[in-house]
């Protein structure tokens, strides 16, 4: 037998029909498990124009046109009109926030005099709290660029960091303290408890490490690697500190060839350095005369290195640095403490030249003088001969000596 329309539809629907009841026991099973489970009393407040959200006492209370803003806390982006896309967490948040966009504060008075400044991340009580109208800054920590009015570009993580900065840009402190004391100085890195924590002025400074280059305070392209600095120098490079460090290993140098360069020096403070040769960096030229003599009473030695210097035991060949000091104290590097430390071997080379020189020309002397005297005994000779062939023959004829 056929079946009728609505048989055929009741029976094509049955298991939709059995399923939906399934899923409708299912769950009123589960609202009987969960008994509390209902939305938030009272409701999320809502309803703000442009995707904003606000809660606390004024929180966006002057907004206009801006747009998906989010205001937590007492006056959190009070004055916000046309801003857009802030985020403010924290009483006093972005509190003077006029149009500035793209920000985001989290904690009492982060970014709190912002007005037009874009793009400041601020994560911390008082972090970049003066801030007015400085673009993409970063403060994580307690005052972080805190004074910051109008620089852009810094970012400064750690309790301190970069607290004093006004109007310098590109400035980026890591660490408790770092950049602190930093007003005016731009384009300085500082990583490391107190690096740098005294400059305020310096710009272009690299600190590394704890308490890096903290002596510095208004010098300019220093580069200070786990070492204090001086203050005020510009343009050095100081790595380590004496007294901690007693070894230096750099890769990349044995074995790489360089034509043309200089020998490199180090002096007792560990500066390093050429020797120049230019004239215009001397005074008082002189030739050296007799000054290179003292040479002639050193004593050259052989020697070998106590173990824990070379552990291969390796001959060596030298001088003495305590007995070249008693000969000439010019030509020894002394040690911290003031004792013959090592010998000044380029001097040597120099004055042995000196000597080369002496002897070279006292040669030459000689050889004029001995080319002098073969040329009169040659001349003597010929006379003799000229003489003896003028004498009468006689049987037993002189001999006659010849000086060719």
Known sequence: MRQSSNQIKEHVMMPTLRLAKLSLLLATACLALHPTAQAVTPPPDGGYPNENTAEGTNALLYLSTGANNTALGYIALQNNTVGAYNTATGANALSLNFSGSGNTADGYNALGANTLGLANTAVGKDALGSNTDGSTNTAVGDVALTLNTEGSGNTAIGVNALAGNTTAP???????????????????????????????????????????????????????????GVANEAGKIRIGTRGTHNAAYIAGIFGATVTGGAAVSVDNKGHLGTTTSS???????????????????????????????????????????????????????????????????????????????????????????????????????????KVSEQLPVSKTAPRVVSFD
């Open 279 to 385: 004239a215009r960096f001397k005074n008082n030229i002189q030739p050296m005369g007799p000054a290179s003599e003292s040479l002639l009473a050193l004593q050259p030695v052989t020697f070998r290195y106590k173990k824990e210097l070379d552990p291969e035991n390796i001959p060596q060949f030298g001088l003495v640095a305590e007995q070249v000091a008693k000969v000439n104290p010019d030509l020894v590097v002394r040690d911290e403490q003031g004792r013959p430390y090592t010998v000044r071997y380029e001097a040597v080379n120099a004055m042995l030249l000196n000597e080369f020189l002496k002897e070279h020309r006292r040669v030459e002397a000689l050889e004029e003088t001995v080319t002098q005297l073969k040329s009169a005994l040659k001349e003597q000779a010929a006379q003799i001969r």
């Open 170 to 228: 590109n400035n980026t402190a890591s660490g408790l303290a770092a950049l602190m004391s930093n007003t005016t100085g731009a384009n300085n890195t500082a990583s490391g408890s107190n690096a740098l924590s005294s400059n305020s002025t310096g710009s272009n400074n690299i600190a590394l490490g704890y308490q890096a280059g903290i002596n510095l305070t208004t010098g300019d392209n220093n580069i200070d690697i786990g070492s204090p």
